[in-house]
């Protein structure tokens, strides 16, 4: 009588058991979540990159726009007063801006993503005043703006040879909400050859 070969594992281990099958649950969960964050954050980054992008693409091309405009009517174009626009009241460009693909921060007040910033102080009537004596470290002041090797506090608005200038664009991204600034300094000066 022939026996029959024995078998390579017990009859009570052909299968996965309750807790090797559970346990391999587990590590397929945590591969799927581990894979889903990090397509998800990914995808944020791109988001987060390509509004980045937008605001620096923006900015740039404000500034050539404002490089290809004549110097000395610059600062009347891009104040807040429109009263003084170069070409009729309302006519200029003025502060704010909108850019394409960025939305607007809840609460944004001006209804605009873009503000240009100039070294301005308000006077008694609330109009801008270009003044050289103004504490705004962040445009460098106070500086000689009008070229006279001094610092006073008349309004430098008509005869300034230099033009600090900051563009901020504040949007509501994916991320929640995303700020970008940039400067500038916009000069009338001239090199001489000899």
Known sequence: ?????????????????????MVAIVILTV???????????????????RERGLAVDATMNLFE??????????????NSDPNDDPDGAGTAPGKYFNVEGLDLQEGDLDGFVGEVLLPVVET??????????????EFGLPRDLNGDLMIDGRNHAEDYIILPVKVRIAWKGGTGNRTFEMS???????????
């Open 124 to 137: 008694k009537q609330g109009l801008p005043a270009l003044r050289e004596n103004s504490d705004l470290p």
């Open 1 to 21: 009588m022939r026996m029959p070969p024995p078998l390579s594992r017990p009859l009570h281990r052909r299968g996965m058991t309750l807790v090797e099958v």
């Open 184 to 194: 500038t300094m916009f000069s009338a000066i001239e090199k001489v050859d000899p």
């Open 65 to 78: 726009r404002m490089r290809a405009e004549s110097f000395e009517e610059l600062y009347a174009r891009y």
């Open 31 to 49: 591969s799927v979540y581990m894979l889903t964050s990090t397509v998800t954050a990914a995808i944020g980054h791109s988001n987060a990159t």
